[in-house]
């Protein structure tokens, strides 16, 4: 059995980003919600003339009417035509609900716990590696509870075309979104709240063979291979995360081999609501 304190700890004080770092999207300041396109062909218009022509200028979705719905303090993304390889952490997100859901282009819903500390930053990330989208919320202020996360996409088409568990979104709590990951948010699309029971985390394996410890259970789960018939070049496997606890934070630990060679485990400090 490995001796989890010892290892855990060196990775918890990782200086390791879990971010990746992509060309931004093609976007630059301009009116309030609408991209790069509808900003310079609005530019210099009159009220009334903008009117007139919105039509004519591509706009971003806006928070859904009547709802609570957080915007992101800042937001960047980018979409590549081609399937790309890319680099970056083990962890890549946490799913609530079925992994076949519908994606909600723009909104995701999650439970705020209400002890927290820092920022919530979050990353999404297709697993063929066309989409990469960065996000940080502020939400110190906030108590705990159901929260709807909007952000505005300018590839609202392009992210139909996945299912949950081919885009993954990586939420979590940390100093600055270039710290060491603090707390784990699993989250869901759309903007209903978090439906119970399943719970997956997807990971890229690194070609290893990877399983999920659970320390209140004294138990590992294998991790398996995404069905995804996309080309898996961002990650490439789920974990079922089953836990008895609920509304509380849960030290899960990912353990990796692969011909002998077992690398430091990883911990996945989850809040399961």
């Keep these: 059995m490995l001796d989890m304190s010892d290892e855990i700890s060196v990775s918890a004080t990782s ?18 919600g609408v991209p790069r396109a509808a900003s310079s062909c609005c530019q210099g218009l009159g009220v009334a003339v903008l009117v007139v022509l919105i ?4 706009q971003t979705p806006v928070p859904p009417l009547g709802s609570e719905a957080l915007e992101p ?21 946490v799913l609530a ?15 705020l716990p209400a002890q927290r500390t820092g920022r919530l930053c979050v990353t999404i990330e297709s697993i063929d590696g066309r989409y990469y989208g960065e996000l940080e919320y502020e939400l110190q202020a906030l108590p705990q509870g159901h929260r709807i996360l909007w952000f505005p996409t300018a590839f609202e088409a392009r992210l139909r075309e996945y299912r949950a568990r081919e885009l993954a979104v990586l939420s979590y709590f940390a100093p600055t979104c270039d710290d060491p990951i603090d707390l784990i948010l699993p989250v869901a699309w ?8 399943e719970t997956t985390l997807f990971i890229n394996s ?4 990877t399983q999920l410890y659970l ?3 004294d138990r590992y789960i294998d991790c398996d291979s995404s069905p995804s018939s996309r080309p898996q070049l961002a990650y490439d496997s789920e974990c079922s995360i089953t836990v008895a606890g609920r509304r509380k934070t849960n030290d899960l630990v990912l353990v990796r081999q692969h011909f002998g060679d077992r690398p ?3 911990a996945v400090p989850v809040y399961i609501p």
Excluded: I, N
Excluded at 55 to 58: M, S, Y
Excluded at 97 to 111: E, H, I, M, Q, S
């Design 15 to 32: 200086s390791v980003s879990p971010r990746h770092r992509y060309p931004q999207a093609d976007r630059e300041p301009g009116l309030r």
């Design 55 to 58: 039509w004519a200028c591509p």
């Design 73 to 93: 303090a800042s937001f960047t993304e980018s979409y590549r035509d081609e399937a790309v390889p890319v680099s970056g952490g083990l962890r890549k997100g």
């Design 97 to 111: 609900g079925p992994v076949t859901a519908l994606v909600v282009p723009g909104l995701l819903t999650t439970w």
């Design 190 to 197: 759309g903007d209903e709240e978090l439906p119970g029971g």
């Design 206 to 209: 690194q070609d290893m063979d």
């Design 215 to 217: 320390p209140d259970a």
């Design 264 to 266: 430091p485990p990883v």
